[in-house]
């Protein structure tokens, strides 16, 4: 496995392939990026990770000094997995300068959900993705890939790369999950002991929702409001602080006022102790 420092090694390592398949990556890898990596090898002639933990996407008081940064690991788990080359920049390398250019996402998108608890986040992704794509792919065609579990983001991506007119496939990845369904994560490490047990308790929740959507999708009998708000409060009775838990249409992130056969999707995210977990259940 080759790896590039700068924009320049980077070009030179890919200059004699046609279609790059790229898997973004913050490090701290676990099994789900292993799986993105399994995803991608087959649609490119070349794979390209990169480990990058971009300020940007990072508010005040969130953890971008505490993010576990593992590159030793990292780079084994990379090689062992057939990753051809990876781009590992530091600060210097990507922002040479204060990045004072950024991608506004469509705030319809962006400002909901995760962009209402977290303003600017998307922001901050869209600009780092949209340079790393430049000098991955130097303007040229390729495909990247995301996990399922950052559902927002990958669907803004997606409207990112349409709207651009950039010849890049976005390629979503299944949720990897832990035998007992928690999503994997590398926050997970925040957990303790105690707190890791508990967490499944979210995707449950949300897999309960989506259950009920199912099933009242026959009779439009669902009170949505009402269902969301018992799921919250099942995860406040367990002492949990919840920011979210909603039904929404899949394609676009709307509420769902009423049931119909379009695709949906529950979506949560809330704080068990100080790690803030998210996760998604389609319906």
């Known amino acids: 496995m080759l790896i590039a420092r700068t924009v320049d090694e980077l070009r030179h390592h890919l200059f ?24 991608a090898k087959p649609l490119g002639d070349v794979t390209v990770a990169s480990i990058f933990v971009n300020r940007l996407q990072f508010l005040p008081h969130e953890d971008f000094a505490s993010y576990p940064r593992t590159f030793d690991s990292d780079c084994q ?16 390398t990507l922002y040479p ?33 949209l340079k790393l794509f430049h000098c991955v792919f130097n303007g040229g065609a390729g495909v990247a890939v995301f996990g399922q579990k950052d ?32 999503a994997l994560s590398s926050r997970n490490g925040y957990l303790s002991p105690t707190e890791r047990t508990e967490a499944v308790q979210l995707s449950l929740a949300l897999r309960s929702l989506a259950q009920a959507a199912r099933a009242a999708k026959t009779t439009g009998s669902l009170d949505v409001a009402a269902a969301e708000n018992h799921a919250m409060q099942s995860l406040r009775h367990r002492g949990w602080q ?28 809330a704080k068990l102790g100080t790690t803030r977990l998210i996760d998604n259940a389609e319906v």
Request: aromatic fraction near 6%; proline fraction near 8%.
């Open 16 to 39: 004699a392939f046609n279609k790059p398949v790229f898997v973004p990556t913050m490090g701290n890898l676990h099994e789900g990026h292993v799986n993105l990596l399994r995803l």
């Open 151 to 182: 559902y927002q983001q990958q669907l803004i991506l997606k409207h990112m790369v349409q709207q651009l007119a950039m010849p890049i496939e976005i390629v979503t990845g299944t949720t990897t999950r832990a035998p007992d369904g928690l």
């Open 97 to 129: 300068q204060p990045q004072t250019f950024k991608v506004q996402p469509d705030p319809t998108l962006a400002d909901i959900l995760e962009g209402e608890f977290r303003p600017g986040f998307f922001t901050g992704v869209c600009t780092v993705v």
């Open 242 to 269: 919840p920011d979210y838990v909603t039904l929404r249409h899949a394609h676009d992130l709307s509420a769902v006022t009423q049931l119909s056969d379009q695709a949906m999707v529950v979506l949560g995210a």
């Open 77 to 92: 788990q990379l090689q062992t997995h057939g990753c051809d080359v990876l781009f590992a920049p530091d600060e210097s």
